[in-house]
């Protein structure tokens, strides 16, 4: 499988409970929905002992390993735990509109103002 998650809320204080990056890349996986089998292993292309060496703590993530996780998995958990360790307020953080989400809110709103003017129900 070479897609994209769909993108999953991270509630703060889920995050801010864990208390290790491994325990925030688990959190990762289940929020996308795997139960941190071999189908995550597959789709990153790592084997199970890299995997748990990751969860552990003794082996580095490369950042492009781990940009791929949290695409796989639709969120961006791990990140926002290094942010809460670094003393970040996660409740005050938020991501960047992407040009497919400017695009869409735009499309929205013109939508929305047509209706208007031609009196059409929302």
Same mark, same amino acid.
């Given at each position: 499988?070479?897609?994209?998650?769909?993108?999953?809320?991270?509630?703060?204080?889920?995050?801010?409970?864990?208390?290790?990056?491994?325990?925030?890349? /688990? *959190?990762?996986?289940?929020? @996308?929905?795997? $139960?941190?089998?071999?189908?995550?292993?597959?789709?990153?292309?790592? &084997?199970?002992?890299?995997?748990?060496?990751?969860?552990?703590?003794?082996?580095?993530?490369?950042?492009?390993?781990?940009? /791929? *996780?949290?695409?796989?998995? @639709?969120?961006? $958990?791990?990140?926002?735990?290094?942010?809460?360790?670094?003393?970040? &307020?996660?409740?005050?953080?938020?991501?960047?509109?992407?040009?497919?989400?400017?695009?869409?809110?735009?499309?929205?709103? /013109?939508?929305?103002?047509?209706?208007?003017?031609?009196?059409?129900?929302?």
């Amino acid at each position: 499988m070479n897609q994209l998650a769909i993108p999953v809320p991270v509630r703060p204080e889920e995050v801010m409970r864990k208390q290790s990056l491994g325990g925030a890349i /688990e *959190l990762c996986a289940e929020l @996308g929905g795997f $139960a941190l089998d071999k189908s995550l292993q597959q789709e990153l292309k790592v &084997d199970k002992a890299q995997f748990s060496r990751w969860q552990s703590g003794t082996e580095g993530v490369q950042w492009a390993k781990f940009t /791929e *996780l949290m695409d796989r998995c @639709g969120n961006d $958990a791990p990140v926002l735990w290094m942010l809460h360790q670094r003393g970040y &307020d996660l409740y005050s953080v938020r991501r960047q509109e992407t040009t497919t989400e400017r695009e869409n809110r735009l499309l929205r709103e /013109e939508n929305a103002a047509l209706r208007r003017v031609l009196g059409a129900p929302a």
